[in-house]
């Protein structure tokens, strides 16, 4: 079955980047993109971008672009999200999604706070 | 962007009752490939949301048949013909269709 394994919570300062994981599995990784999800309690659900998974080309949401950066390695079939100059606004819970077959990680909490 | 409004906020509601979610978009979600991408998702309480409806009124294979979707270009609906406990907690209405993908902010479903 397919599975998005995502990494654990992340407790970062000010001004530091982090860098969170999503393991696929149950599927071929490079048959689907995946995008990325910022949820808060304030602005609810707002997309951040997908990756190519085979060719690594990504589409950022203008509002994120310089804030994620995000990659694949096709060899662990993994897909990284790197969040950077944190800020306390960039707290939430953060999720890797297969939108074409509508599955989606168990989401990463990170807290920004000093 | 395109701007995604749902109503209600919330919905009180019955185990047996049916239940009726309303999505509006700002723009028409009919693509150019002749597809309208317009997604309903659950998010239970404390778990990360699932899938269950894509492109309107598909049900994914795991997805009761209770449930229902229907619309087109900016207005859509999604239906639950008699609720059950399992049923309760926060729908969203999403679309894929023009960049960045919106979401709605969500209803939620609770037990009267």
């Known amino acids: 079955q397919v599975q998005l394994q995502q990494s654990g919570a992340e407790l970062a300062k000010p001004g530091s980047s982090v860098k969170i994981s999503c393991k696929a599995s149950?599927?071929?990784?490079?048959?689907?993109?995946i995008s990325w999800i910022k949820q808060t309690t304030g602005q609810g659900l707002e997309y951040i971008g997908y990756?190519?998974?085979?060719?690594?080309?990504?589409n950022y949401n203008e509002k994120f672009k310089g804030k994620a950066t995000l990659t694949v390695d096709k060899s662990s079939s993994t897909a990284f999200m790197q969040l950077s100059s944190l800020t306390p606004d960039d707290s939430a819970v953060y999720y890797c999604?297969?939108?074409?077959?509508?599955?989606w990680g168990q989401g990463v909490m990170v807290t920004v706070s000093s | 962007d395109v701007v995604m409004t749902q109503t209600p906020v919330s919905l009180s509601l019955a185990i047996g009752q049916p239940a009726s979610i309303s999505c509006k978009s700002s723009?028409?979600?009919?693509?150019?490939?002749?597809?309208?991408?317009l997604n309903w998702i659950l998010q239970r309480p404390g778990q990360s949301p699932k899938r269950l409806i894509y492109?309107?009124?598909k049900l994914y294979s795991e997805v009761p048949d209770r449930f229902s979707g229907s619309g087109s270009e900016t207005e859509f609906t999604l239906k639950i013909s008699r609720v059950e406990a399992e049923d309760l907690g926060v729908y969203y209405c999403w679309q894929g269709t023009h960049f960045p993908y919106t979401f709605g902010a969500g209803t939620k479903l609770e037990l009267k």
């Open positions: 990756i190519n998974t085979g060719s690594g080309g990504t």
């Open positions: 149950g599927y071929t990784f490079t048959s689907y993109y």
């Open positions: 999604v297969i939108a074409a077959m509508g599955y």
């Open positions: 723009q028409s979600l009919l693509g150019t490939s002749g597809k309208t991408f």
């Open positions: 492109q309107v009124s």
